[in-house]
């Protein structure tokens, strides 16, 4: 069984810790988000959260109670907050219809993927929500240095950073006027941050050192989606100090396995999800192709073992993707590279 991460200090991080301060929103506030400009007049009291990461952030700063529903999940909630998520409606585990969210009658949505709500969006474009009178507000990691219309899920011009995840849990705190609580979770999740990469720094892996992401696949024998040079899992390899194999800065693009193969990447990290949207989102199917897979199986980290299981959503930017980073140092740790 795998063990899904959770954040060891967010676990026991007490919101109303004195160590951090910070002061109370002033309304009304106006946040440029990604393109356009929101104004609150006070804190939002009914939120739709679209993708588990921004789920999972009103959780973490304590604003469960102002979640009326929820959508776009690949993995279990984190374990605290199981009793509470289950009290929450789920929309739907993928994509939700626009009538749906706006039948909730939220005062905000909150957007983990533009490509739900975006130019394109297949919820509904942000004009279409604002129209309504439902404001929404989309994560700076979909949209900051990403154009969302090149590529099949984007493409980065600088490689992910951190920052903008912590931007995103800024402004969402300032915006539901809980700054503290805010301070509070970054300065924990900096701290994880800093000893995951001084444990990354330390492994002294060989020159050439090599590592591949694996997502999901249309098909499970087509070509996959792969991490691609400036996404989450760039970050991860970029603090590893291995070499990503997969040359595009797609964030996810389609690679063929026999350009993979010749790659022979020198580990395997793979996706495991509860979402099924393709047939190899299923983690047994991805792990059964790589053994049997005539092409595949040759690959030194197939034959020697080094495929490493990480959560879905710790691909994307998310907290999760902090501790994946921790779990993946910890897998190439046990690996005789040498």
């Known amino acids: 069984m795998t063990k899904h991460l959770i954040a060891p200090g967010v676990m026991a991080l007490v919101l109303t810790s004195t160590a951090v301060t910070a002061q109370q929103t002033s309304y009304p ?20 959260a679209l993708g588990q990461s921004t789920t999972e952030l009103l959780y973490l700063l304590g604003l469960g109670d102002t979640v ?13 907050f199981e009793e509470l998520n289950d009290g929450i409606e789920r929309l739907a585990d993928n994509d939700p219809s626009f009538e749906s969210v706006v039948n909730k009658k939220p005062d905000l949505v909150t957007v983990m993927y533009e490509w739900h709500v975006g130019p394109e969006g297949i919820v509904g474009t942000r004009e279409m929500f604002h129209d309504v009178g439902v404001p929404t507000y989309v994560m700076p990691t979909e949209c900051e240095k990403k154009d969302n219309l090149v ?10 950073s951190t920052d903008q995840l912590y931007k995103s849990i800024a402004q969402l705190s300032e915006i539901y006027d809980v700054q503290d609580r805010g301070a509070a979770l970054i300065e924990d999740l900096k701290a994880s941050e800093s ?28 070509n996959p989606f792969v991490a691609g040079q400036k996404g989450v899992p760039a970050y991860m390899m970029d603090k590893l100090g291995v070499e990503n194999v997969v040359t595009s800065d ?27 949207r393709f047939p190899a989102d299923d983690i047994e199917k991805k792990r059964e192709f790589l053994m049997n897979d005539p092409v595949a199986r040759e690959m030194a980290a197939v034959k ?16 999760r993707a902090i501790y994946a980073l921790d779990q993946v140092a910890d897998a190439l740790a046990g690996y005789d590279l040498k």
């Open 29 to 48: 506030l106006t946040i440029a988000n990604c393109g356009h400009t929101l104004t609150f007049e006070g804190p939002p009291e009914n939120t739709v």
């Open 68 to 80: 009326s529903g929820t959508a776009v999940w690949f993995n279990p909630v984190l374990p605290q």
């Open 151 to 160: 590529g099949l899920d984007g493409t980065r011009s600088e490689l992910f």
């Open 195 to 222: 000893k995951a990469i001084e444990k990354a720094s330390g492994l002294s892996l060989p020159d050439g050192t090599s590592g591949l992401f694996w997502f999901s696949s249309a098909e499970i024998d087509t």
């Open 250 to 276: 797609e964030e996810w693009p389609s690679v063929g396995w026999e350009t993979l193969a010749k790659a022979d990447p020198t580990f395997i990290v793979i996706a495991e999800m509860d979402r099924r």
């Open 304 to 319: 020697k073992g080094r495929i490493i299981t990480i959560d879905a959503h710790a691909m994307s930017p998310t907290v």
